[in-house]
């Protein structure tokens, strides 16, 4: 079983930068694909990117890529997502979700965080 806590969420003007963090419970951190997906007001939950085990390789969605940044901390069981350069169509809330799959389809996430709501102002 893995508990995922996101957090870093909150209300900015268009084209600033956020950090959200996901904290993840156990000792298996390490083993899992982590992926953040964003669920706007009613739109159904989109992929944002996925990072793997070692944070060694990352992928995005089209619409975040060059914007956003995904890391991860093995040593401290954290995942974050840099967004830069924010768009009042990033408002949405996000989520980290964990698999041991590499992949992209959010119905092959096992684990999900309870979400963090994102704001963006124009």
């Known amino acids: 079983q893995v508990q995922l806590v996101e957090s870093g969420g909150g209300l900015v003007q268009a084209g600033a930068s956020l950090r959200l963090s996901c904290t993840a419970s156990?000792?298996?951190?390490?083993?899992?694909?982590m992926g953040w997906f964003r669920q706007a007001p009613g739109k159904e939950r989109a992929y944002v990117g996925t990072i793997s085990r070692s944070g060694g390789t990352a992928a995005y969605a089209d619409s975040v890529k060059g914007r956003f940044t995904i890391s991860r901390d093995n040593a401290k069981n954290t995942v974050y997502l840099q967004m830069n350069s924010l768009k009042p169509e990033d408002t949405a809330v996000y989520y980290c979700?964990?698999?041991?799959?590499?992949?992209?389809?959010?119905?092959?996430?096992?684990?999900w965080g309870q979400g963090t709501q994102v704001t963006i102002s124009s």
């Open positions: 979700a964990a698999t041991r799959r590499w992949t992209m389809r959010k119905d092959d996430y096992d684990y």
């Open positions: 156990g000792r298996t951190f390490s083993s899992y694909t």
